[in-house]
């Protein structure tokens, strides 16, 4: 049973770097999924932020995409994000999600989400 | 604004019938059988309810159901329970440079 679980800091600076990481358990970052992160600002609904396939390929929602960069450690088996320039608007919580493209096409699993608050 | 529009609140008595209507346009709901439905209760995660339109994951009830006709997909939930009530959210994969999509969500209020 794949499990997935968020970690990073919970509070970040205006203007700083939000980074968090995405540990993969119980299967391989390497199967043929790709590993997304969707975020969630208090009271409000979900957004996609990014994906990318153990290979390195990656794809960003336009709206972020000047400041998103998702990677991956396959050694480590955990995929990570970095948001620079963040500001009040970015706070949120932050999941991250395996994504299916076939034979099913969806975000099956999810990790329980971490809030990042924005603040000084 | 989100890419996909939902009703942002519906409500059924226990036992009842109720559907949640998911509008897009032909570059995602309507030019892919890619949409899915997620149930979320207060302060957890996004649960995959509905995959591919209509398909349910292992474990799932078959009091859940989705659809598609045209630009609009539904999630039907029959027999309603109390613990169905919370937030609905759909997503659809799209043919534009974000490739993944979600609906602004739907409170299920169970009276």
Same mark, same amino acid.
């Given at each position: 049973?794949?499990?997935?679980?968020?970690?990073?800091?919970?509070?970040?600076? %205006?203007?700083?770097?939000?980074?968090?990481?995405?540990?993969?358990?119980?299967?391989? /970052?390497? !199967?043929?999924?790709?590993?997304?992160?969707?975020?969630?600002? %208090?009271?409000?609904?979900?957004?996609? /932020?990014?994906?990318?396939?153990?290979?390195?390929?990656?794809?960003?929602? %336009?709206?972020?995409?000047?400041?998103?960069?998702?990677?991956?450690?396959?050694?480590?088996?955990?995929?990570?994000?970095?948001?620079?320039?963040?500001?009040?608007?970015?706070?949120?919580?932050?999941?991250?999600?395996?994504?299916? =493209?076939?034979?099913?096409?969806?975000?099956?699993?999810?990790?329980?989400?971490? =809030? #990042?608050?924005?603040?000084? | 604004?989100?890419?996909?529009?939902?009703?942002?609140? #519906?409500? $059924?008595?226990? $036992?009842?019938? /109720?559907? /949640?209507?998911?509008?897009?346009?032909?570059?995602? #709901?309507?030019?892919?059988?890619?949409?899915?439905?997620?149930?979320?209760?207060?302060?957890?995660? %996004?649960?995959? =309810?509905?995959?591919?339109?209509?398909?349910?994951?292992?474990?799932?009830?078959?009091?859940?159901?989705?659809?598609?006709?045209?630009?609009?997909?539904?999630?039907?939930?029959?027999?309603?329970?109390?613990?169905?009530?919370?937030?609905?959210?759909?997503?659809?994969?799209? !043919?534009?440079?974000?490739?993944? #999509?979600?609906?602004?969500?739907?409170?299920?209020?169970?009276?």
């Amino acid at each position: 049973q794949v499990q997935l679980q968020e970690s990073g800091p919970g509070l970040v600076k %205006p203007s700083g770097t939000l980074s968090l990481t995405c540990a993969v358990s119980g299967g391989s /970052i390497s !199967s043929s999924n790709w590993w997304s992160w969707v975020r969630q600002p %208090p009271g409000k609904g979900l957004e996609w /932020i990014g994906e990318i396939y153990h290979s390195g390929s990656t794809n960003y929602n %336009p709206s972020l995409k000047s400041r998103v960069t998702i990677s991956v450690d396959k050694s480590k088996n955990q995929f990570s994000l970095k948001l620079s320039s963040v500001t009040a608007a970015d706070t949120a919580v932050y999941y991250c999600a395996r994504v299916w =493209m076939g034979p099913l096409h969806a975000f099956d699993i999810w990790g329980q989400g971490t =809030m #990042v608050t924005v603040s000084s | 604004q989100s890419a996909l529009t939902q009703p942002a609140s #519906v409500s $059924g008595s226990p $036992g009842q019938s /109720i559907t /949640i209507s998911c509008t897009g346009t032909s570059s995602d #709901v309507g030019g892919y059988n890619y949409v899915s439905w997620y149930q979320q209760h207060p302060g957890k995660a %996004p649960k995959l =309810m509905i995959y591919d339109v209509s398909n349910r994951p292992s474990g799932v009830s078959n009091r859940f159901s989705g659809s598609k006709s045209g630009n609009t997909a539904s999630l039907t939930i029959s027999g309603l329970q109390a613990e169905d009530e919370a937030d609905y959210y759909c997503s659809s994969y799209t !043919s534009s440079s974000t490739h993944w #999509v979600f609906g602004g969500g739907t409170k299920l209020t169970v009276l």
